[in-house]
């Protein structure tokens, strides 16, 4: 089956520093990859949404100076965290389609620690 | 713009017994997808079924069958013979079958429980 493999699982930072997050489609071509922020328990708010080659769009309210997006191969998606604050700590969750599928596969997220 | 109501933010059943988790929403659009979603506590989020609005009949996946109404709006989720392992937080997603409009929009969940 479809899968996504995203890493890392776990990430602490220091304030005012980047963390990258990766999103890997394994055995399928992303045309479109997703973003979501997940607080603790509740919904997933997505961030994000990236076609191949594209820039990313952003939902409402979604800072795209600080979550850069990039999406340059059918298999990589990254969501870099700029200038981390504590507010910025949660659990992130991308999610990959691919073009003609209405199949959407989650990767198992990385939960972000900003000190 | 869409949205997605789940109005039981818990729910508990007895092992093998069976549960109904509500999703409603709201939309104008007439073709849609319409998802339930698992997502346990290692948090990965997992699909349970899926129902194209287009057909009448309503899904079904082993234990998992859902009772969709169009005119109700209204997408349930039925677990039959729960299992330990069906303990987890449920998602209800919507999706636009309108091209270039392929988010995902999620209920705010419902933490199902099962009592041994």
């Known amino acids: 089956g479809a899968v996504v493999s995203q890493h890392p699982s776990r990430v602490i930072c220091k304030s005012g520093t980047s963390v990258k997050i990766e999103c890997r489609s394994l055995?399928?071509?992303?045309?479109?990859m997703f973003w979501y922020r997940q607080f603790p328990k509740q919904s997933l708010m997505l961030m994000a949404t990236s076609n191949e080659g594209s820039k990313a769009t952003y939902e409402q309210g979604v800072e795209k100076d600080k979550f850069l997006i990039n999406h340059a191969s059918l298999t990589l998606s990254t969501l870099t965290v700029t200038s981390a604050h504590p507010e910025d700590s949660s659990f992130y969750i991308c999610s990959a389609r691919e073009y003609g599928n209405t199949r959407y596969t989650f990767g198992s997220g990385t939960r972000l620690t900003v000190v | 713009a869409q949205t997605v109501t789940q109005s039981q933010p818990e729910m508990s059943v007895q092992e093998a017994e069976t549960v109904t988790l509500s999703c409603t929403y709201d939309t104008s659009e007439s073709d849609y997808y319409l998802f339930w979603y698992k997502q346990p506590p290692s948090r990965q989020m997992i699909l349970v079924i899926r129902?194209?609005?287009?057909?009448?009949q309503n899904a079904t996946e082993n234990r998992f069958s859902v009772n969709f109404q169009k005119a109700a709006k209204s997408f349930s989720l039925k677990i039959s013979d729960s299992q330990l392992g069906d303990a987890a937080m449920y998602f209800c997603?919507?999706?636009?079958?309108?091209?270039?409009?392929?988010?995902?929009?999620f209920g705010t969940g419902t933490r199902l429980t099962i009592i041994p």
């Open positions: 997603a919507y999706r636009s079958a309108l091209f270039g409009n392929e988010k995902l929009t």
């Open positions: 129902q194209e609005a287009y057909k009448q």
């Open positions: 055995d399928f071509q992303a045309t479109t």
